[in-house]
Structure formats: structure tokens, C-alpha cells
């Protein structure tokens, strides 16, 4: 269980972070996105990585822009992926991070990438964990988690959506469900529910917006303008990022990257940090050790 919760005003926004160790810095973003009805992914997702990377480097886990328990956006015209990006590169520099290996799961593997390629002079690596999200082709999340039980975001609820994107639910924790559940109960989820989905922000603004910058993220990628160090980690049996895109967008970044690794991992599916995290944190260790001593 992860503890010691802190705070810090992030351009208006209080967000909340983990922070544990020293040495290089590795910055966890988690993900998904505010107001989904499926799972309240945040900061704790991170848990099984968390102390045991902290042995090693000063390891920080944050709760990205309206979500776990860091403050919505403060207009509607900030429910897009854009202001996410934009809220994580505020939090760098209210942290005075430069340097910083970034590493970012599904949505946040998204987030990372285009947090590089905007902003390179802050970043030491970019670390992209099964992100449907970034890599090309459709996702087949809708269809896996169309008959997930009712009512959605009850524990029950949350508890089948992490079985259905994992290869096993041995991972699947007391402490992440309590978390889970606790923002799902949040008034301040709740409002974001409701705009996304009630007041159709999602469907207006939120995914058209997001398919326009995803568009541009990887026209980006495929012109050779990430240099950064880069690794992607893949789950074998993601059922929703299939590996094959993975292996797609990896091409796509290894053609101008000098330094772009890929570690794909048996018998783990979306949250292949979680199912399998001693493999996952070698691979994320070794990773981070050698861009420090090339940089």
C-alpha cells in the first residue's frame, strides 16, 4: 500500500503525488481519463512498483488532471488530453524536475510520449507501458467492456474491468479496489461523470479532439522528431492493445531514436506492471540506468 500522500498547487489545480527515494527521478503517470464510468485509475495503481523502485531512485506517482483525488479541469474547454499534457508539464516544473524519466501506462503512455516530443529538455526517457491510446489501429476495449455488471464503478463493477483487461486477477488488490472505490464516491468524480457522459463532453469534445492530436502525435513520431531515449513495455496478452500495435508504434519511434528498446512480457495482459511487476521493475531499472550513464 503506497502512503504518504502529498500535495501541490499546479497552475490552480491541486494535485496530489507520492514522492519516495532518491537518485534519478522517475515520474509515474497512470491511466485512463477523468469521468470514465469503467475504472478510477490514479496514482495507487502504481503500488506494487512503487518501494521497490524507490530503493533505487527517487520515484514519484502522481494523480493526473481530474482524476484519483487531483482537482478537475476548471473549464469544459479543458476536458481534453491536451490540458492533461499540459497539467503533467506544469506538475514537472512546480517539482523543478529536469531530467526526468517519465513513465506513463495506457492513456498515460499517450501522455508521456506527447509530453517528449513537446517539452524534450525536461526529459531523461520516455517509458510507454500498453498504450492503445498512442499506438495505431482500434482498440477493442468497448466491446471487452460492454457487459460489465451495474452499477458501473461500484467495487463489483471495478473489480471485473481489471479482470477483463488482465491476463490473471491475482494482481487485483484489496488497497487498489478501496482506492478505486473512495474516488468513485468523490463529488468531484461524479460532476466529471456527469459532464463526460450526461452532458456529452466525451463524445463532443473529449475523443474528437483526442483522435485530431493522436493523429498529429505520431505524424510527429514518423518525421524523426522523438530523440529521446525511449522504451516501450508490452503486456503478451493485452486484450485491448494488442501487441501487434505495439510492435507497430515501435518501429515508428526505433526508425529515429537512437536509444529505443522494446520488453515484451509473458502472461500479463493490460496492466503488465501490475501482473508482473519484479520483471517489470528490472526492465524499467536497467532501462534508466543506461540512458544516465549515456546522457
Keep these: 500500500m503506497m502512503t504518504g500522500a502529498r ?16 537518485g534519478e527521478t522517475l515520474v ?18 502504481w503500488e506494487l512498483n512503487f518501494d521497490r523502485l524507490a530503493r533505487w531512485f527517487r520515484v514519484i506517482a502522481v494523480d493526473k488532471l481530474g ?51 513537446e517539452h524534450p529538455e525536461l526529459i531523461g526517457s520516455c517509458i510507454i507501458v500498453d498504450s492503445g491510446t498512442l499506438s495505431p489501429g482500434t482498440s477493442k476495449t468497448e466491446s471487452i467492456l460492454a457487459n460489465a455488471p451495474k452499477p458501473r464503478l461500484s467495487r463489483k463493477s471495478q473489480r471485473w474491468v481489471a479482470e477483463h483487461y488482465s491476463y490473471s486477477g491475482k494482481h487485483i488488490t484489496d488497497s487498489w479496489l478501496d482506492g478505486a472505490v473512495e474516488i468513485a464516491n ?48 508490452w503486456g503478451y496478452n493485452d486484450p485491448t492493445a494488442a501487441l501487434k500495435r505495439g510492435q507497430f508504434l515501435f518501429g515508428l519511434i526505433a526508425d529515429s531514436a537512437p ?37
Design 7 to 22: 500535495l501541490i498547487d499546479v497552475g490552480g489545480i491541486r494535485t496530489r503525488y507520492f514522492e519516495k527515494g532518491s
Design 28 to 45: 509515474f503517470f497512470h491511466g485512463s481519463h477523468f469521468g470514465t464510468t469503467d475504472a478510477c485509475d490514479s496514482a495507487i495503481d
Design 67 to 117: 482524476q484519483g483525488h487531483t482537482d478537475n479541469p476548471k473549464s469544459d474547454d479543458d476536458y481534453t488530453m491536451a490540458a492533461v499534457v499540459q497539467h503533467a508539464y506544469r506538475f514537472l516544473v512546480a517539482m523543478s524536475l529536469k531530467n526526468a524519466h517519465v513513465i506513463g501506462h495506457s492513456r498515460g503512455g499517450y501522455l508521456v510520449a506527447r509530453l517528449t516530443l
Design 186 to 233: 468523490l463529488p468531484k468524480y461524479q460532476e466529471a461523470v456527469r459532464k463526460m457522459e450526461e452532458q456529452g463532453l466525451k463524445r463532443r469534445r473529449f475523443l474528437p479532439q483526442l483522435a485530431l492530436e493522436k493523429k498529429e502525435t505520431l505524424n510527429w513520431i514518423t518525421r524523426g522528431r522523438l530523440k529521446t531515449p525511449t522504451l516501450l513495455v
Design 259 to 295: 536509444i529505443a528498446e522494446m520488453h515484451v512480457i509473458n502472461q500479463a495482459g493490460h496492466f503488465c506492471y501490475r501482473e508482473q511487476p519484479e520483471t517489470f521493475n528490472q526492465v524499467v531499472r536497467a532501462f534508466v540506468e543506461k540512458c544516465s550513464t549515456v546522457r
